[in-house]
């Protein structure tokens, strides 16, 4: 079976079940220890995110971001100083980000949907934002290109978006096909989406080349300006 043949709750149970990085703490969840300690180990193993984002950029600004998971980035973003809309399919996930942001006392700068990326539209009212923000959110939805075409409908002339897809050309995507394929190039698709996340066996996990990535957004009237590879730590 295809990944555009994946049921979209599937892909839901799935994120519920586990909400990326949940296990990034010892501390009872919910606490602002738990919080701190998530996001201090989120950034080490990525610290290119904080690059990448530039959240200091967006104070003052209209943000939407799309997959927003516990909701590290959506509280970046809102300590300084955006204003947010978070979005995701997971109501685990979306609890726990809301639960996140009162503990920061950053209610006000954060509004929070559950809504499916493909059909963004049907929940969150469509106006302009200064930043689309979706970092490693749309290789795991069944349809990506529709995705694409629902952002586009929050833009306007210098909208800023900054989306992060899985690399195909990675060390990563290199492990899984010898360790667990043992070569077997033709099941990539298979073996990335079974090893590509913490908790095994993601419904859905696109890879793209910088080329295919850059292709991807440029059909669906985005100007590319500038795309990067980086790498997570082993953690």
């Not at 586990?18 to 296990?23: A, D, F, H, K, Q």
């Not at 910088?210 to 953690?235: K, P």
Request: aromatic share 12%; charged share 25%; proline share 5%.
């Amino acid at each position: 079976m295809g990944f555009e043949e994946v049921q979209i709750d599937q892909v839901k149970d799935y994120w519920d079940r586990r909400p990326c990085n949940i296990r990034h703490s010892t501390q009872p969840l919910g606490t602002r220890q738990y919080f701190d300690e998530v996001e201090a180990r989120k950034y080490f193993v990525e610290p290119h995110i904080p690059i990448f984002a530039e959240f200091p950029h967006w104070s003052g600004k209209k943000v939407l971001e799309v997959g927003c998971g516990i909701g590290t980035d959506t509280v970046s973003f809102a300590r300084h100083g955006a204003l947010v809309t978070s979005v995701d399919l997971s109501v685990r996930s979306v609890e726990i980000a809301r639960q996140r942001v009162g503990v920061y006392g950053l209610e006000k700068q954060v509004r929070f949907y559950f809504a499916n990326a493909e059909e963004l539209s049907c929940y969150v009212p469509v106006e302009p934002y200064d930043l689309i923000y979706s970092f490693g959110v749309i290789h795991h939805t069944p349809h990506p290109e529709v995705v694409l075409e629902q952002l586009r409908q929050y833009t306007r002339p210098g909208t800023t978006i900054k989306v992060m897809v899985y690399h195909r050309r990675s060390w990563k995507v290199a492990w899984i096909l010898l360790s667990e394929g043992r070569g077997k190039f033709w099941k990539l698709q298979e073996l990335v989406a079974k090893n590509s996340e913490a908790q095994m066996g993601c419904p859905v996990t696109y890879t793209y080349t910088r080329r295919e990535g850059r292709e991807l957004l440029e059909r669906h009237g985005f100007r590319v300006r500038d795309s990067q590879v980086n790498h997570i730590f082993a953690y």
